[in-house]
C-alpha cells in the first residue's frame, strides 16, 4: 500500500509540532520522524517520556501540594488532578487498526529505549 506523503504530514504536522512545543529546544534529542511514499514512522529515543512529562509533573506535584482534605473531597480540584495524569481532551493515537488511546496512555506505554512507532491515525479530541 503506498502512503500519501503529504496527507500523512498534514495528519502528523500537529502531533510533531506538539512534540516540539512540550520538549522544547531539545526536541531532536528526544524523537525524530520520517516520511516518504511508502512508510511514516515516528521514533522515539531514550528519555522521550522523561522530557514529555517534566512540564505535567511539575505541575501535578505543585496542585498535590496545594491539596488539602477540604479540596480532596472537591470534584472541580480532583478533576484538575486527573487532567494533569491525562489529558482526555487532547491527542489520541492509534498505534494501530483497533484501538484509539490519550496521548498521555500511548505515551506511558512505550520503553525507555529507542523504539521506532508506526501510527495508524492522530485526532485531537475536544469539544
Given at each position: ?117 508506526w501510527l495508524w491515525t492522530t485526532i485531537d479530541y475536544h469539544f
Amino acid at each position: 500500500m503506498r502512503l500519501d506523503c503529504e496527507l500523512v504530514l498534514d495528519d502528523f504536522k500537529w502531533l510533531i509540532e506538539a512534540f516540539r512545543n512540550i520538549i522544547g529546544v531539545d526536541h531532536e534529542k528526544h524523537f525524530s520522524w520520517y516520511c516518504d511514499p511508502n512508510e511514516t514512522y515516528i521514533v522515539f529515543y531514550p528519555f522521550f517520556k522523561t522530557a514529555y512529562f517534566q512540564s505535567q509533573y511539575k505541575s501535578f506535584m505543585e496542585l498535590v501540594s496545594q491539596t488539602t482534605l477540604e479540596n480532596f473531597s472537591d470534584r472541580q480540584h480532583m478533576q484538575n488532578l486527573e487532567d494533569i495524569v491525562q489529558e482526555k481532551f487532547g491527542f489520541y493515537v492509534a498505534s494501530d487498526s483497533f484501538s484509539l488511546e490519550p496521548l498521555d496512555s500511548f505515551i506511558r506505554s512505550i520503553p525507555n529505549e529507542e523504539s521506532k512507532y508506526w501510527l495508524w491515525t492522530t485526532i485531537d479530541y475536544h469539544f
